[in-house]
C-alpha cells in the first residue's frame, strides 16, 4: 500500500518561507508520472499548487509562480515544495500528490498558517 506523508508545515509570518516535504513508502516517486502538491482553505476546494512530471517539467498556480519551487528527489522518493515570501491567502492545508500509472495517491495533509 502506498503512504505518502508531508511534514515542514506550521506558523509563518507574512514573507516569511517554509518547506514542505513528502516521503513516499516504496519507490512510487521513481516512477510516478507526476508528484507535487494541492492545498485546500477552508470552506473552498482542493486547489493545485505545484506539480512536477517525470521528466521535470513544472506547473504552477499563477498566485504562487515566481514564490514557490516544486522539486522532486526519485532516489530518495521525495517531494519538496520551497514557499517563499508567503502570504495570508497562503493559509491551507496542503497535500502531497502522486499519480503512478494512472492511479492517484494523497498524503494525510500539513496545516500551513500564514500570519498577518
Known amino acids: 500500500q502506498v503512504q505518502l506523508v ?3 508545515g506550521g506558523l509563518v509570518q507574512a514573507g ?11 519507490t512510487i516517486f521513481s516512477f510516478a508520472a507526476m ?7 477552508p470552506g473552498r476546494q482542493r ?8 521528466g521535470g517539467s513544472t506547473n504552477y498556480a499563477d498566485s504562487v ?3 514557490f ?3 522532486r528527489d526519485n532516489a530518495k522518493n521525495a517531494v519538496h515544495l520551497q514557499m517563499n515570501s508567503l502570504k495570508s491567502e497562503d493559509t491551507a492545508v496542503y497535500y502531497c500528490y ?13 496545516q500551513v498558517t500564514v500570519s498577518s
Do not use: H, M, N, P
Open 65 to 67: 509562480k515566481g514564490r
Open 6 to 8: 508531508e511534514s515542514g
Open 16 to 26: 516569511g518561507s517554509l518547506r514542505l516535504s513528502c516521503a513516499a513508502s516504496g
Open 47 to 54: 486547489d493545485l499548487v505545484a506539480v512536477i512530471t517525470l
Open 69 to 71: 519551487t516544486v522539486s
Open 35 to 41: 508528484v507535487g502538491w494541492y492545498r485546500q482553505a
Open 98 to 110: 502522486g499519480c503512478l500509472f494512472g492511479l492517484e495517491y494523497w498524503g494525510q495533509g500539513t
